[in-house]
Protein backbone atom coordinates (compact mmCIF):
# COMPACT_ATOMS: atom_id res chain seq x y z
CA UNK A 1 0.00 0.00 0.00
CA UNK A 2 1.43 3.66 -0.70
CA UNK A 3 1.77 5.91 1.98
CA UNK A 4 1.45 9.20 0.84
CA UNK A 5 3.91 12.21 1.93
CA UNK A 6 0.99 14.08 3.54
CA UNK A 7 -0.70 11.16 5.40
CA UNK A 8 2.87 10.59 6.78
CA UNK A 9 2.84 13.89 8.05
CA UNK A 10 -0.71 14.08 9.45
CA UNK A 11 0.10 10.94 11.61
CA UNK A 12 3.16 12.50 12.63
CA UNK A 13 1.66 15.57 13.63
CA UNK A 14 -1.19 13.44 15.65
CA UNK A 15 1.71 11.47 17.40
CA UNK A 16 3.53 14.59 18.38
CA UNK A 17 0.10 16.36 19.63
CA UNK A 18 -0.99 13.04 21.42
CA UNK A 19 2.74 13.54 23.44
CA UNK A 20 2.35 16.67 23.79
CA UNK A 21 -1.01 16.37 25.62
CA UNK A 22 -0.01 13.55 27.74
CA UNK A 23 2.93 15.43 28.83
CA UNK A 24 1.01 18.47 29.70
CA UNK A 25 -0.89 16.44 31.53
CA UNK A 26 1.65 14.20 33.34
CA UNK A 27 3.30 17.79 33.85
CA UNK A 28 -0.21 19.37 35.38
CA UNK A 29 -0.20 16.42 37.67
CA UNK A 30 3.73 16.62 39.21
CA UNK A 31 3.19 20.03 39.61
CA UNK A 32 -0.61 20.08 41.53
CA UNK A 33 0.04 16.29 42.92
CA UNK A 34 -3.40 15.82 41.81
CA UNK A 35 -4.63 13.56 39.41
CA UNK A 36 -8.26 14.80 38.65
CA UNK A 37 -7.95 18.21 37.36
CA UNK A 38 -11.41 18.38 35.31
CA UNK A 39 -14.30 16.46 34.18
CA UNK A 40 -12.75 14.91 30.97
CA UNK A 41 -9.63 13.41 33.37
CA UNK A 42 -12.55 10.51 34.93
CA UNK A 43 -15.61 11.14 35.02
CA UNK A 44 -16.52 8.78 37.78
CA UNK A 45 -14.04 9.76 40.64
CA UNK A 46 -14.61 13.64 39.80
CA UNK A 47 -18.42 12.91 40.23
CA UNK A 48 -16.66 10.97 43.44
CA UNK A 49 -14.38 13.76 44.75
CA UNK A 50 -17.48 16.14 44.83
CA UNK A 51 -19.38 14.34 47.46
CA UNK A 52 -16.55 13.48 49.33
CA UNK A 53 -15.54 16.99 49.27
CA UNK A 54 -19.02 18.59 50.56
CA UNK A 55 -18.74 15.18 53.20
CA UNK A 56 -15.53 16.25 54.85
CA UNK A 57 -17.02 19.94 54.21
CA UNK A 58 -19.38 19.04 56.20
CA UNK A 59 -17.65 17.38 58.81
CA UNK A 60 -15.58 20.86 58.81
CA UNK A 61 -18.48 22.83 59.68
CA UNK A 62 -19.63 20.66 62.51
CA UNK A 63 -16.14 20.75 63.54
CA UNK A 64 -16.68 24.60 64.01
CA UNK A 65 -20.03 23.73 65.39
CA UNK A 66 -17.95 21.60 68.37
CA UNK A 67 -15.52 24.79 68.68
CA UNK A 68 -18.20 27.29 69.55
CA UNK A 69 -20.45 24.08 72.11
CA UNK A 70 -16.99 23.54 73.42
CA UNK A 71 -16.22 27.39 74.14
CA UNK A 72 -19.91 27.84 75.40
CA UNK A 73 -19.73 25.00 78.00
CA UNK A 74 -16.61 25.78 79.26
CA UNK A 75 -17.93 29.17 80.22
CA UNK A 76 -20.76 27.84 81.72
CA UNK A 77 -18.81 25.33 83.69
CA UNK A 78 -16.30 28.12 84.58
CA UNK A 79 -19.00 30.64 85.70
CA UNK A 80 -21.27 28.05 87.93
CA UNK A 81 -17.84 27.20 89.51
CA UNK A 82 -17.72 30.26 90.66
CA UNK A 83 -20.70 30.44 92.04
CA UNK A 84 -20.45 27.39 94.03
CA UNK A 85 -17.34 28.78 95.31
CA UNK A 86 -19.47 32.25 96.37
CA UNK A 87 -22.32 29.92 98.05
CA UNK A 88 -19.91 27.71 99.76
CA UNK A 89 -18.13 31.05 101.79
CA UNK A 90 -21.89 32.36 102.33
CA UNK A 91 -22.16 29.17 103.58
CA UNK A 92 -19.09 29.26 106.07
CA UNK A 93 -20.49 32.49 106.82
CA UNK A 94 -23.39 30.99 107.97
CA UNK A 95 -22.00 28.80 110.37
CA UNK A 96 -19.54 31.30 111.68
CA UNK A 97 -22.57 33.93 112.59
CA UNK A 98 -24.57 30.63 114.28
CA UNK A 99 -22.34 31.02 116.92
CA UNK A 100 -23.33 32.65 120.38
CA UNK A 101 -19.98 34.26 120.76
CA UNK A 102 -20.99 36.60 117.68
CA UNK A 103 -21.41 40.54 118.76
CA UNK A 104 -23.52 43.35 116.62
CA UNK A 105 -20.19 44.07 115.63
CA UNK A 106 -19.18 40.97 114.31
CA UNK A 107 -22.86 39.79 112.67
CA UNK A 108 -22.41 43.38 111.00
CA UNK A 109 -18.79 42.89 109.46
CA UNK A 110 -20.20 38.85 108.03
CA UNK A 111 -23.32 41.01 106.61
CA UNK A 112 -21.24 43.21 105.10
CA UNK A 113 -19.61 40.24 103.32
CA UNK A 114 -22.70 38.24 102.18
CA UNK A 115 -24.20 41.76 100.85
CA UNK A 116 -20.80 41.69 98.74
CA UNK A 117 -21.48 38.29 97.69
CA UNK A 118 -24.77 38.61 96.73
CA UNK A 119 -23.46 41.82 94.53
CA UNK A 120 -21.02 39.21 93.05
CA UNK A 121 -23.45 36.47 92.54
CA UNK A 122 -25.86 38.85 90.48
CA UNK A 123 -22.72 39.64 87.98
CA UNK A 124 -21.85 36.32 87.42
CA UNK A 125 -25.92 35.07 86.83
CA UNK A 126 -25.13 38.29 84.25
CA UNK A 127 -22.09 36.50 82.84
CA UNK A 128 -21.83 37.69 78.52
CA UNK A 129 -20.15 35.02 76.68
CA UNK A 130 -17.65 36.23 73.61
CA UNK A 131 -20.44 37.43 71.20
CA UNK A 132 -21.72 39.76 73.61
CA UNK A 133 -24.57 37.34 74.88
CA UNK A 134 -25.73 36.51 78.49
CA UNK A 135 -25.23 33.17 79.64
CA UNK A 136 -28.05 32.96 81.45
CA UNK A 137 -31.05 34.50 79.92
CA UNK A 138 -31.67 31.31 77.72
CA UNK A 139 -33.43 32.17 74.00
CA UNK A 140 -32.77 35.86 75.14
CA UNK A 141 -29.39 36.33 74.72
CA UNK A 142 -29.07 40.23 74.23
CA UNK A 143 -31.27 40.49 77.42
CA UNK A 144 -30.15 41.34 81.01
CA UNK A 145 -31.52 38.18 82.85
CA UNK A 146 -31.38 39.71 86.18
CA UNK A 147 -31.78 42.72 87.81
CA UNK A 148 -32.53 44.07 91.31
CA UNK A 149 -36.40 45.25 92.48
CA UNK A 150 -38.00 46.40 95.16
CA UNK A 151 -39.43 42.93 95.80
CA UNK A 152 -36.37 41.19 95.12
CA UNK A 153 -34.24 39.89 91.78
CA UNK A 154 -36.31 39.35 88.67
CA UNK A 155 -35.68 37.32 85.78
CA UNK A 156 -36.46 38.53 82.55
CA UNK A 157 -34.65 35.50 80.83
CA UNK A 158 -36.99 32.38 79.33
CA UNK A 159 -36.10 28.82 79.70
CA UNK A 160 -35.02 28.02 75.66
CA UNK A 161 -32.61 25.62 75.15
CA UNK A 162 -30.23 26.82 72.38
CA UNK A 163 -28.82 24.02 70.85
CA UNK A 164 -26.40 23.27 67.89
CA UNK A 165 -25.57 20.07 65.22
CA UNK A 166 -22.40 18.71 66.62
CA UNK A 167 -22.44 15.67 63.73
CA UNK A 168 -25.05 14.49 60.84
CA UNK A 169 -27.35 12.93 63.11
CA UNK A 170 -27.26 14.48 66.61
CA UNK A 171 -27.68 18.18 67.84
CA UNK A 172 -26.65 19.28 71.45
CA UNK A 173 -27.78 21.88 74.31
CA UNK A 174 -25.17 24.36 75.20
CA UNK A 175 -27.37 26.34 76.87
CA UNK A 176 -28.23 26.48 81.38
CA UNK A 177 -30.97 28.86 81.59
CA UNK A 178 -31.08 31.25 84.62
CA UNK A 179 -34.22 29.95 85.75
CA UNK A 180 -32.46 26.38 85.63
CA UNK A 181 -29.69 27.45 87.78
CA UNK A 182 -30.52 29.81 89.84
CA UNK A 183 -34.23 29.93 90.88
CA UNK A 184 -35.70 26.21 89.95
CA UNK A 185 -34.18 25.52 93.57
CA UNK A 186 -36.77 24.02 95.73
CA UNK A 187 -36.26 25.16 99.96
CA UNK A 188 -36.27 23.74 103.09
CA UNK A 189 -35.06 19.79 102.96
CA UNK A 190 -36.15 20.10 99.08
CA UNK A 191 -39.59 18.61 100.45
CA UNK A 192 -40.91 20.63 103.17
CA UNK A 193 -39.77 23.61 105.18
CA UNK A 194 -39.92 24.56 108.42
CA UNK A 195 -39.96 28.12 110.10
CA UNK A 196 -40.70 29.41 113.23
CA UNK A 197 -43.40 32.13 113.39
CA UNK A 198 -41.75 35.88 114.16
CA UNK A 199 -44.42 36.33 116.62
CA UNK A 200 -43.39 33.32 118.83
CA UNK A 201 -42.27 34.55 122.81
CA UNK A 202 -40.72 31.21 123.55
CA UNK A 203 -37.44 30.26 122.49
CA UNK A 204 -38.63 26.79 120.84
CA UNK A 205 -36.23 25.66 118.09
CA UNK A 206 -38.13 23.34 114.71
CA UNK A 207 -35.37 20.89 113.24
CA UNK A 208 -35.48 20.65 109.38
CA UNK A 209 -37.19 17.26 109.26
CA UNK A 210 -37.38 14.57 107.06
CA UNK A 211 -40.16 12.36 105.58
CA UNK A 212 -40.98 8.90 107.43
CA UNK A 213 -43.42 7.37 105.02
CA UNK A 214 -43.76 8.96 101.71
CA UNK A 215 -46.80 6.97 100.46
CA UNK A 216 -49.09 9.04 103.12
CA UNK A 217 -46.62 12.27 102.69
CA UNK A 218 -49.00 14.92 100.85
CA UNK A 219 -47.43 18.42 99.69
CA UNK A 220 -49.87 20.81 102.35
CA UNK A 221 -48.68 23.23 104.24
CA UNK A 222 -49.26 22.74 108.36
CA UNK A 223 -49.03 24.58 112.00
CA UNK A 224 -48.07 23.41 115.16
CA UNK A 225 -50.02 25.62 117.04
CA UNK A 226 -49.16 25.82 121.05
CA UNK A 227 -52.43 25.86 123.11
CA UNK A 228 -50.41 26.06 125.89
CA UNK A 229 -46.67 25.32 127.22
CA UNK A 230 -47.16 21.59 127.13
CA UNK A 231 -49.78 20.59 124.38
CA UNK A 232 -50.22 21.47 120.80
CA UNK A 233 -52.01 21.55 117.42
CA UNK A 234 -51.43 20.59 114.07
CA UNK A 235 -53.79 22.40 111.62
CA UNK A 236 -53.31 21.25 107.89
CA UNK A 237 -53.93 24.75 106.57
CA UNK A 238 -54.24 23.41 102.69
CA UNK A 239 -57.80 21.90 103.78
CA UNK A 240 -57.93 24.33 106.53
CA UNK A 241 -58.96 21.06 109.51
CA UNK A 242 -57.24 20.28 112.64
CA UNK A 243 -55.49 16.90 112.19
CA UNK A 244 -54.48 16.71 115.95
CA UNK A 245 -55.52 18.40 118.97
CA UNK A 246 -53.96 18.85 122.82
CA UNK A 247 -50.95 16.51 121.77
CA UNK A 248 -48.48 16.52 124.64
CA UNK A 249 -45.62 18.53 124.31
CA UNK A 250 -41.94 17.43 125.04
CA UNK A 251 -38.87 19.26 124.71
CA UNK A 252 -36.72 17.66 121.77
CA UNK A 253 -39.03 14.70 120.86
CA UNK A 254 -40.40 13.73 117.77
CA UNK A 255 -43.50 14.90 116.33
CA UNK A 256 -44.83 12.99 113.52
CA UNK A 257 -47.92 13.68 111.23
CA UNK A 258 -48.60 13.32 107.29
CA UNK A 259 -45.60 11.29 106.95
CA UNK A 260 -43.22 13.63 108.33
CA UNK A 261 -41.16 14.00 111.53
CA UNK A 262 -39.76 17.29 113.15
CA UNK A 263 -38.51 17.84 116.22
CA UNK A 264 -39.13 21.32 118.70
CA UNK A 265 -36.60 21.80 121.16
CA UNK A 266 -36.73 25.02 124.27
CA UNK A 267 -38.75 26.36 126.32
CA UNK A 268 -42.50 27.49 124.12
CA UNK A 269 -44.85 29.65 125.56
CA UNK A 270 -48.95 29.56 124.58
CA UNK A 271 -49.52 30.97 121.17
CA UNK A 272 -46.58 30.16 119.36
CA UNK A 273 -46.54 28.87 115.95
CA UNK A 274 -44.28 26.80 113.81
CA UNK A 275 -45.11 26.14 110.21
CA UNK A 276 -44.56 23.18 108.26
CA UNK A 277 -45.17 23.94 105.09
CA UNK A 278 -44.32 21.66 101.36
CA UNK A 279 -41.27 23.30 99.43
CA UNK A 280 -41.22 25.64 97.05
CA UNK A 281 -38.96 26.99 94.56
CA UNK A 282 -36.65 29.86 95.65
CA UNK A 283 -34.28 31.84 93.86
CA UNK A 284 -30.85 32.19 95.38
CA UNK A 285 -30.59 35.54 95.87
CA UNK A 286 -33.80 35.58 98.40
CA UNK A 287 -31.75 33.07 100.60
CA UNK A 288 -28.83 35.24 100.62
CA UNK A 289 -31.48 37.95 101.56
CA UNK A 290 -33.53 36.09 103.99
CA UNK A 291 -29.93 35.35 105.16
CA UNK A 292 -28.67 39.47 105.08
CA UNK A 293 -32.51 39.92 106.95
CA UNK A 294 -31.45 37.15 110.11
CA UNK A 295 -27.82 38.77 110.01
CA UNK A 296 -29.57 42.30 110.74
CA UNK A 297 -31.20 40.79 113.79
CA UNK A 298 -29.81 42.48 117.13
CA UNK A 299 -31.83 40.15 119.73
CA UNK A 300 -32.87 41.54 122.91
CA UNK A 301 -34.16 38.80 124.60
CA UNK A 302 -34.14 34.46 124.30
CA UNK A 303 -37.25 34.87 121.80
CA UNK A 304 -35.03 36.97 119.30
CA UNK A 305 -32.31 34.96 119.76
CA UNK A 306 -34.56 31.79 118.63
CA UNK A 307 -35.81 33.87 115.86
CA UNK A 308 -32.10 34.49 114.28
CA UNK A 309 -31.23 31.11 115.08
CA UNK A 310 -33.60 29.68 112.77
CA UNK A 311 -33.02 31.70 110.46
CA UNK A 312 -29.18 30.24 110.22
CA UNK A 313 -30.85 27.10 109.98
CA UNK A 314 -33.40 27.57 107.42
CA UNK A 315 -30.78 29.63 105.44
CA UNK A 316 -28.02 26.82 105.66
CA UNK A 317 -30.98 24.19 104.36
CA UNK A 318 -31.68 26.31 101.64
CA UNK A 319 -28.18 27.14 100.62
CA UNK A 320 -27.19 22.88 100.82
CA UNK A 321 -29.71 22.74 98.12
CA UNK A 322 -28.68 25.39 95.94
CA UNK A 323 -25.09 24.02 95.89
CA UNK A 324 -26.43 20.92 95.19
CA UNK A 325 -28.49 22.30 91.96
CA UNK A 326 -25.46 23.74 90.87
CA UNK A 327 -23.82 20.45 91.08
CA UNK A 328 -26.86 18.98 89.23
CA UNK A 329 -26.21 21.88 86.48
CA UNK A 330 -22.60 21.02 85.94
CA UNK A 331 -22.90 17.62 86.45
CA UNK A 332 -25.06 17.94 83.01
CA UNK A 333 -22.71 20.39 81.39
CA UNK A 334 -20.03 18.16 82.10
CA UNK A 335 -22.06 15.24 80.36
CA UNK A 336 -23.00 16.97 77.02
CA UNK A 337 -19.24 17.82 76.87
CA UNK A 338 -18.60 14.58 76.85
CA UNK A 339 -20.65 13.63 74.58
CA UNK A 340 -19.06 16.88 72.63
CA UNK A 341 -15.46 15.16 73.02
CA UNK A 342 -16.90 12.02 72.08
CA UNK A 343 -18.86 13.39 68.99
CA UNK A 344 -15.22 14.87 68.00
CA UNK A 345 -13.31 11.58 68.28
CA UNK A 346 -16.29 9.81 66.02
CA UNK A 347 -15.84 12.61 63.26
CA UNK A 348 -12.19 12.88 62.90
CA UNK A 349 -12.20 9.05 62.35
CA UNK A 350 -14.80 9.57 60.04
CA UNK A 351 -13.10 12.91 58.36
CA UNK A 352 -9.59 10.47 58.17
CA UNK A 353 -11.31 8.04 56.15
CA UNK A 354 -13.01 10.43 53.70
CA UNK A 355 -9.51 12.09 53.25
CA UNK A 356 -7.77 8.62 52.49
CA UNK A 357 -10.98 7.56 50.25
CA UNK A 358 -10.53 11.07 48.70
CA UNK A 359 -6.62 10.99 48.62
CA UNK A 360 -6.59 7.42 46.68
CA UNK A 361 -9.25 9.09 43.92
CA UNK A 362 -7.58 12.55 43.41
CA UNK A 363 -3.97 12.70 44.44
CA UNK A 364 -1.11 11.29 41.79
CA UNK A 365 1.49 8.65 42.84
CA UNK A 366 4.23 11.20 41.78
CA UNK A 367 6.92 8.30 41.26
CA UNK A 368 4.69 6.76 38.62
CA UNK A 369 3.40 10.26 37.35
CA UNK A 370 7.42 11.15 36.63
CA UNK A 371 8.23 7.92 35.78
CA UNK A 372 5.33 8.33 32.99
CA UNK A 373 6.44 12.01 31.96
CA UNK A 374 9.88 11.29 31.54
CA UNK A 375 8.80 8.02 29.69
CA UNK A 376 6.25 10.07 27.59
CA UNK A 377 8.85 13.07 27.13
CA UNK A 378 11.44 9.80 25.10
CA UNK A 379 8.85 9.05 23.38
CA UNK A 380 8.28 12.40 21.85
CA UNK A 381 11.84 12.76 21.18
CA UNK A 382 11.48 9.94 19.24
CA UNK A 383 8.64 10.83 17.27
CA UNK A 384 10.29 14.18 16.29
CA UNK A 385 13.44 12.62 15.52
CA UNK A 386 11.28 10.40 13.26
CA UNK A 387 9.43 13.00 11.57
CA UNK A 388 12.34 14.62 10.94
CA UNK A 389 13.79 12.21 9.43
CA UNK A 390 10.47 11.56 7.25
CA UNK A 391 11.13 14.91 6.42
CA UNK A 392 14.42 14.29 4.41
CA UNK A 393 13.09 11.59 2.91
CA UNK A 394 13.09 12.63 -1.26
CA UNK A 395 14.39 11.37 -4.66
CA UNK A 396 15.74 14.58 -5.25
CA UNK A 397 18.55 13.46 -2.39
CA UNK A 398 19.59 10.91 -4.92
CA UNK A 399 19.95 13.06 -7.78
CA UNK A 400 23.35 13.73 -8.39
Do not use: W
Request: proline share 2%.
Amino acid sequence: MRVSTSASFLQATQDIQSSLSKIANLQDQVGSGKKLARPSDNPIDFARSIDLNQAIGQLEQYERNRGVAGQQLGLIDASLSSVNNVLQRVRELTIQANNTIQTDETRSIIRGEVEQRLNELLGYANTLNGNGEYLFAGGKGKTQPFTLSASGTVYHGDQTALSIQISTNRTLDISASGYEVFQQIRNGNGTFVVDSDAANTGSGLISPGSVTDGTVYVPHDFSIVFTSPTTYDVVNNTTATTILTAQTYDDGEPINFNGVEVKISGDVATGDEFTVNASRNQDVFQTLNDLIDTLSITPSDEAMEAQQIQGYQRALGDLDLAIGNILDVRTSVGTRQNALEAAGDEASSAKLGLQQTLSDIEDVDLAEAISRLSFETTTLEAVQATFASIQRLSLFNFLR
